[in-house]
């Protein structure tokens, strides 16, 4: 009985980790992997979900153009913004540490959802403080960096 219990928790656990990573690298993939277009963002204007504003690439010769990001890690108007182009797109996303963190924001979650399942399904005591860890780290890193 013990074994089935610990295999449906592993496989619950791994349901939500891989679930987090999943949904995290639809950003992060833009922070972490080179051949993007880097640039700065001036932020001219926000609605409720997106700021929008003037992109400024950092190769130079290129246009300006405006560009759109989420309003959560946007700041106030006028704020310039490091940030990576989504390609194919008009949508931009923080660069740097900051950036990065928020991306993996989903993942950061599903440690910490995981950590209790660790320590009292499995009881796996150490790994699920180091779950929790791990997750409350990111999840303070990106709050305290944006």
Known sequence: MT??????????????????????WGSAQHVLLSGREHGTLTVTGCTEDVCSGRFVSDVAGSSLHALTIAHTVAAERGETLSVVVKPGT????????????????????A?????PLVGGGMRLVRTAWSFAAAGAAVLLGAFFLL
Do not use: Y
């Open 90 to 109: 008009d949508e931009a996303v923080r660069a740097g540490w900051g950036g990065g963190l928020h991306a993996w924001l989903p993942f950061g979650g």
């Open 3 to 24: 074994f089935a219990r610990n295999a449906a928790v592993a496989l619950v656990v791994l349901l939500l980790l891989v679930a987090g990573a999943w949904t995290s």
């Open 111 to 115: 440690l910490l959802l995981a950590a």
